[in-house]
């Protein structure tokens, strides 16, 4: 089966993309946080290597939550017959579409399946947010406090997680994370910011070494004007 061009950006390296043209999936991933995350494409490879496991009939190529978590719960029960330890938050990042779970997710399986480590590890921060996208922008261009939120809050994790409380500490959490980096912008242009050093900032203060030497001419000083 010819596939079209491999996805530019990918975040997956050359190796594990020949790796996925020679498994003749039905489908050549074009966006890798898209198209694994109802994990389709994830019981193929597998069906691959386990064909008595994985019966393609019974996994749906759909984009609804349901279909996603349908697939997955199948998936996930054949990682524990297995004995395939696979990071529960890479899966739920992968179902959610969160930023470098899928490429992260992908080398993991690349890994167990061939026993070859990859040789470029992808680096993905922690909780899967848009932190190293965002740092690749000016500052002008980065995202401001409700985008964040938009953008490291997916709508099928409401659905998924109904529980208000849940949600109000991931999107504090959201909000947290943005501020200390808007803080961070601050220290590194703080002439963009226009911000003006304290008082204490412009005294001007001895080292405490020169501070203990000045201390025997003071007492000297001071016995002198005694006498």
Known sequence: MAY??????AGIPREVLKWLQSLDL?????????????GYLVAEIFSWYFPGDFHMHSYDNGTSLAAKQSNW????????????????EIIDGT????????????QEMYTILTNRRTQTIQKVEQGFTDKAYQDQLPMVA????????????SLSEFIAEPNIITNQCKVLTIIH?????????????????????????QAVRLPPVLAHQSEPNLQMNTSQAAC
């Open 4 to 9: 079209s061009q491999s996805p530019k950006k």
């Open 26 to 38: 039905t489908f050549f991933p074009k966006n890798v946080r898209r198209d694994f995350s109802n």
């Open 73 to 88: 719960s199948l998936i996930e029960k054949f990682l524990v017959m297995q004995n395939i330890s696979v990071m529960k």
């Open 95 to 106: 179902i959610h579409c969160k930023p470098g779970a899928a490429e992260l997710l992908v």
């Open 142 to 153: 980065r995202s401001t406090a409700s985008v964040a939120i938009k953008s490291n809050l």
């Open 177 to 201: 994370r943005h501020i200390e980096q808007r803080k961070e912008e601050r220290t590194q242009d703080p002439k963009r910011f226009n911000i003006k050093p304290t008082l204490g900032e």
